[in-house]
């Protein structure tokens, strides 16, 4: 299909005040968009970072926006952050305010297209290591305020192990703070091979903090992501097995096609 050229994307993020490696994603993928040429503009906007969403209106000259959260999961931000801080109506998909139509689509990592992205950054992490001697762990934050959190692992877990071409030796989904969690995995998973993937959109503070140290990697939490050779240092030998430590999902240069596709879908059901 043909992306409407006329209009621009926004692709809207979290940010962090703390973190530099939060929003890099976010810029990346939006330069690769922006590259293509499908979109009169393409430009980023975050909740905790410059520009902010109360920006994008003086930012965009367009007159009809596509919005895309790059976020894991729907939930607080994706449902009431965003629609509000847009002036969105949260009863609809489109919306007519300060002169312009904005639509708003889906976060990327509910798309279904997230689960092949899982299983290339899981091949890319362990090469050479055969899938059905290999655990695949998908792990998340998890929290009880928020069931779409999970749901969203779920159903990319789900759907890797409904692939015909799916060949580990079981795919797993895996938590912070929710059983299973994925400080004990070395009971949860089976393999002699175990990788680990991290569904966050960024190596924030959890993906190259908290989660090494709870999988052993590391005793404590050290320097930031962009300093650190964690996810550039696999195997690690843990208890005689081989632990194979992915970056973020959301750093995949591929991500870029997921935000597209989130609009594909919307266009096509506003159609």
């Given amino acids: ?89 949260p009863d609809s998909r489109t919306t007519r305010v300060h002169g312009k139509l904005v639509h708003y689509c889906d976060p990327v990592g509910v798309h279904p297209t997230m689960a092949g992205l899982l299983i290339k950054r899981a091949r890319e992490v362990a090469p050479g290591v055969p899938p059905e001697e290999c655990s695949l762990l998908v792990v998340g934050h998890g929290t009880g305020l928020n069931s779409n ?20 030796l079981e795919v797993l989904d895996t938590y912070m703070e929710e059983d299973p969690l994925i400080t004990n ?15 966050f959109v960024s190596d924030g503070l959890h993906s190259y903090q908290d989660i090494p140290v709870m999988l052993g990697i590391e005793k404590e939490p050290t320097a930031a992501a962009s300093q650190r050779e964690v996810f550039r240092q696999n195997p690690h030998h843990l208890d005689g097995r081989n632990l194979y430590y992915s970056s973020a999902i959301g750093t995949e240069p591929d991500m870029a096609d997921v935000i597209l596709d989130q609009v594909k879908d919307l266009i096509a059901q506003e159609n």
């Fill in 149 to 168: 959190s999970r749901k969203a692992i779920e159903d990319q877990v789900a759907r890797i192990r409904s692939d015909v071409d799916f060949s580990y």
């Fill in 185 to 199: 995995w070395q009971e949860i998973a089976k393999a002699p091979n175990v990788v680990v993937v991290p569904f």
């Fill in 1 to 89: 299909m043909e992306f409407p050229s006329h209009a621009a994307l926004v692709i809207a993020g979290h940010g962090s005040t703390e973190n530099p490696d939060s929003s890099a994603p976010t810029f990346q993928h939006a330069d690769a968009i922006r590259r293509r040429g499908l979109f009169s503009e393409v430009t980023c906007a975050f909740w905790k970072e410059e520009p902010s969403f109360r920006q994008v209106y003086r930012m965009v000259e367009s007159a009809e926006i596509y919005v895309v959260p790059n976020f894991i999961s729907e939930g607080y931000f994706t449902r009431e952050v965003i629609p509000r801080e847009l002036e969105l109506d």
